[in-house]
């Protein structure tokens, strides 16, 4: 089982709507959870940490639920330039290394 | 204020040669990080170092590959004899403490020919 799995997508979507994205992991110990944005050919980029409570940083919302282990990133009003590969990251239970999961697509179309 | 360097960013090996990739952490950074990045893949942690120590290799290929971080310089990591297969992107990541999240350099993208 992969340690981290994410819905490859593609999801694409008009501008202004709202769009979920979702993701499982396998270790229950893991303590750091992240999600990252990657454009085409470029390298990933801190979105924002999870967690339990719940964050919310403008138009992006992080939920994480550790009784099912379950991670979830909410967009609203989608703007073209939200359009990248959006990647689940969990941390192993030694905090040594993250895992990453293969990445959710999204186009916003105008 | 410069982020995590990686050079070169494009490095094209024939096979059996050897690929060195560098990479600088941001300022203030002890933590050092290796992923690759496959085609259509995720990232694939590799090691994880701090300065003159490997801490974590758990994701190194057995043969050919090692890694170091000196005292002074950047992190390297080095593949011997290259085969196609090792053709990926190689991003280095640098942290404070583990769990605050990498800062991502921009990837050396290594083409085996």
Not at chain 1, 14 to 42: H, I, L, M
Not at chain 1, 96 to 109: E, K
Request: aromatic share 12%; proline share 5%; charged share 20%.
């Amino acid at each position: 089982r992969k340690e981290v799995e994410q819905d490859p997508g593609p999801f694409n979507v008009p501008e202004g709507a709202t769009v979920a994205f979702n993701c499982t992991y396998s270790n229950s110990a893991s303590q750091s959870f992240f999600w990252y944005r990657q454009d085409c050919r470029k390298e990933p980029k801190l979105l924002m940490s999870v967690y339990s409570s719940g964050n919310e940083d403008g138009r992006f919302t992080a939920q994480l639920n550790r009784a099912s282990q379950y991670i979830s990133l909410l967009i609203r009003d989608s703007k073209l330039s939200d359009s990248a590969t959006y990647l689940c990251v969990v941390s192993s239970n030694t905090g040594n290394q993250f895992y990453f999961g293969t990445g959710t697509s999204l186009t916003v179309i105008p | 204020n410069a982020g995590v360097m990686q050079n070169p960013r494009h490095l094209v090996r024939r096979r059996g040669q050897e690929a060195r990739l560098r990479c600088s952490p941001m300022k203030g950074h002890s933590h050092v990080y290796w992923y690759r990045q496959l085609p259509e893949e995720g990232l694939k942690f590799m090691v994880y170092l701090q300065k003159e120590n490997i801490i974590d290799e758990s994701g190194m290929p057995k043969e050919r590959f090692s890694a170091e971080f000196p005292k002074e310089g950047p992190s390297i990591l080095r593949i011997q004899q290259v085969v196609r297969g090792d053709s990926a992107a190689y991003f280095c990541a640098s942290s404070l403490p583990a769990n605050y999240g990498y800062t991502f350099g921009s990837g050396t993208r290594l083409t085996v020919v």
